[in-house]
């Protein structure tokens, strides 16, 4: 069974540029959610996709975004990067989306803005 | 919502070492709890889990036990290698839908042969 797919896995922009990274999550799950991890802040919670629908977001700004498609696979995009969103982009997918049983992470989209 | 605190590292052990790495939450009812394993270069795995009080989690040699009355979730292992060299995460439902995680700050384990 694959696991969760991110891509690309690694990602260098330019401030001021938008990027989009992409999700695959584990076939037959449906929730998909995103996390930063930086070395000052932790893991930080952005926001989590359901059937298509965002549920919960978390505290960042709108510059940040995402989405789901029909078949489960989500795209998250930031746009007018700054130095300060070079982070591991992370993404989880769940079968029930309640938390119940965990989430299963990818491996990450390293991106560093210059 | 809920929240989790998590004993600060990096935590130096010598190869065949006991490990204790503490973690305690504050959480309305009882939900789910998760230690998480990142190494070097990679995402999270999962490492364990607990879903109600009293259970425990176990998992390559790890253990923690869900213990309400505390509301702790200590990881341990009796006998460390240097394998075990990660960054450990406790982590739970950050609301009682449980639609996504709240993790610790992490610690860092470093084993030594």
């Known amino acids: 069974k694959a696991g969760v797919t991110q891509t690309p896995r690694y990602l260098i922009k330019t401030r001021g540029q938008q990027v989009t990274l992409s999700c695959s999550p584990i076939s037959g799950h449906r929730s998909v959610s995103w996390y930063q991890q930086t070395p000052g802040q932790g893991l930080q919670f952005l926001f989590e996709?359901?059937?298509?629908?965002?549920?919960n977001k978390g505290n960042f700004p709108g510059r940040f975004s995402g989405r789901q498609f029909s078949n489960s696979r989500s795209e998250m995009n930031v746009s007018t990067l700054e130095l300060g969103d070079s982070a591991l982009y992370l993404c989880a997918s769940s079968s029930s989306g309640t938390g119940f049983y965990g989430y299963t992470f990818g491996s990450g989209t390293r991106l560093t803005v210059v | 919502g809920n929240s989790v605190t998590q004993m600060e590292g990096p935590v130096t052990l010598s190869e065949e070492a006991f490990l204790t790495i503490n973690c305690t939450y504050t959480a309305t009812g009882y939900p789910s709890l998760f230690w998480y394993v990142q190494y070097p270069g990679e995402g999270l795995q999962l490492l364990l889990k607990a879903t109600k009080a009293d259970d425990k989690g176990s998992n390559k040699g790890f253990e923690a036990t869900y213990r309400k009355e505390t509301t702790s979730f200590h990881l341990e292992k009796g006998s460390v290698q240097v394998s075990d060299s990660a960054v450990y995460f406790c982590?739970?439902?950050?609301?009682?839908?449980?639609?996504?995680?709240?993790f610790g700050k992490g610690t860092t384990l470093s084993v030594s042969s």
């Open positions: 996709y359901f059937s298509e629908t965002q549920r």
């Open positions: 982590a739970l439902p950050f609301n009682q839908a449980g639609t996504a995680l709240i």
